[in-house]
């Protein structure tokens, strides 16, 4: 079951919002340490403290605010990742309407599908949340999963945090720069992907490209 149901239609950036925000809070809470504090000295407070953090999220709550949310209860981890994920879509669809006049029609906020994260016509986007796009293949994986799509003649845009691609801060629009990644064996290739990759604008730490002329191999 996922975490949020898929969105589609008309409203996908205020589900979305709301979506989010509902998590967050409850995700905040959870992660508050209950009763102890940081004067506490005493290991088995501190350790039962700990340890609640990791306990599976109780979303029963969040489900009465926000019937987007699919699922009961939830590791925190996987919580944490799916906000990280959220947040960077929240900023690329205002991004992708101010610049590309682009509003999605499909979006995936939390789970893998055989859909793009946001999809609309006659375009896909791949969304990253985590700090390094490189890790464990991550890039060349997202680059695959854009070159199905644009086999089919749609654009295709990659979203991510622009930290997770450091030499990205110094992209402005007039350039286009190449782009690749590799997926080693453990974390599902060996494959390589390359492309060609445009600015379409930053919001809040995030970066939209748009990617063109990929290419995946073995190796």
Known sequence: ????RT????PIY????RAYVTLAQTFLQHRGGGDVTTETDDPCALDSA????ELHVDLREAQKQCNLIDTPCERPVEIFNNL???FVLLQEIPILAEQCSLQPLFC???????HADLEGEKWSSEAFGGMDITNNGKLAKELRTLSKAASLGHRTFLAFRTVALPRSEA???ATVHAIS???AKPHGGPFVASAQGSLIGRLNGVTVIEVQGINVSIG
């Open 1 to 4: 079951m996922p975490l949020v």
């Open 7 to 10: 969105l589609s239609g008309k």
């Open 14 to 17: 205020d589900d979305l919002r």
């Open 50 to 53: 700990v340890c609640q953090t």
């Open 84 to 86: 990280n994920h959220m």
């Open 108 to 114: 995936a906020p939390t789970q893998q599908s055989d």
């Open 171 to 173: 992209w402005n629009g």
């Open 181 to 183: 990644g590799r997926c």
